[in-house]
């Protein structure tokens, strides 16, 4: 495999990392998850913007989040990929001094910058809904959820828990609402309509696929979701940048309609697919890197909300 290692594409066994790398040693970076359909990196102002964002909460410096569209190409003509998942991670690299261990980090330290791509079934043959078992686990990870940090134990141990239990995934929750999964955003459609989490109820990830279905279908209500609902509900899905729309098909075990994906997981695929299209068509809509229309600036407590980056 071809990988892009500080501006350099290389073979990903000459991609060395030193074992002092922040990045290694203390969890201190971030990333992101993009996924390319046509050649064409799906939503890539609004990753560069999240990415952005995340950059400068974390104080890491020397890297342009502009730079990932350059990147992504770069991996998608090495690979020969069209239909693609790119992972591209920024960490705080190494320190002059690393034997001090250091918490505050001194000021000008180069990153590290990492990114590989691998083929994922093109956006056009996603036709039918995933299925998934979830099972609720509590939200035991740090407050940060919005930061893409590359720090994912508390997810990691949730995804190991549900699994122990049986279940494919894990569905976190916090003093009695619903966060989202360990690599996705939870919608539920309760009482006819659609629901998600709202960013402002608990500490989540403002995701990129999220805000291109919110987009798709203004029907979707934003607000908080708690356990009990999502216990009631119709149908439980998650959405995601590799997931696309999975369809829950039982939760801790007990089951949730149908045994196969449900109609309104169909029914948000099929948006999401269209909705995924016509941002193809669109691209490039800004300059990466840049906000998009309605989003908070970098810094801001304020969620994003209309067509900025939300969950």
């Not at 890491?60 to 989040?65: K, R, T, V």
């Not at 690299?93 to 994922?120: C, I, L, M, Q, S």
Request: with cysteine; net charge neutral; charged share 20%.
């Amino acid at each position: 495999m071809i990988v892009h290692f500080n501006g350099q594409l290389v073979p990903h066994d000459r991609a060395t990392v030193s074992v002092f790398d922040r990045g290694f040693l203390f969890g201190d970076g971030v990333y992101e998850g993009l996924r390319a359909t046509k050649g064409v990196v799906i939503g890539l102002d609004r990753h560069a913007y999240r990415m952005r964002a995340g950059l400068d909460e974390a104080r890491i410096e020397g890297f342009d989040a502009a730079d990932l569209g350059r990147i992504a190409d770069d991996l998608l003509r090495a690979q020969g990929l069209r239909e693609a998942f790119i992972y591209v991670q920024v960490t705080r690299g190494v320190p002059a001094d690393p034997e001090t261990r250091a918490r505050v980090p001194a000021r000008g330290n180069p990153p590290t910058v990492f990114a590989y791509a691998v083929p994922v079934t093109p956006v056009s043959e996603c036709r039918e809904p995933e299925v998934r078992r979830a099972a609720l686990r509590p939200d035991t990870r740090w407050t940060r959820g919005h930061l893409k940090s590359i720090s994912l134990m508390g997810g990691v141990l949730a995804a190991i828990e549900a699994s122990e239990q049986g279940s494919d995934d894990a569905i976190m929750h916090r003093d009695g609402l619903v966060t989202e999964g360990t690599a996705t955003n939870v919608f539920a459609l309760i009482d006819g309509v659609v629901v998600t989490p709202a960013l402002a109820s608990a500490p989540m990830l403002a995701g990129v696929t999220r805000a291109l279905l919110m987009d798709a279908d203004p029907s979707i209500i934003e607000r908080p979701v708690s356990v009990e609902e999502l216990r009631g509900a119709q149908e439980v899905m998650l959405v995601g940048t590799k997931t696309m729309v999975a369809s829950v098909v039982s939760l801790d075990g007990v089951p949730l309609g149908a045994s196969g994906p449900h109609p309104c997981a169909r029914r948000l695929l099929a948006l999401l697919r269209d909705a995924i299209e016509a941002d193809v068509r669109r691209a490039p809509a800004a300059p990466p890197g840049s906000a998009p229309p309605g989003s908070a600036p970098p810094g801001s407590a304020a969620p994003l909300v209309g067509g900025g980056v939300r969950g």
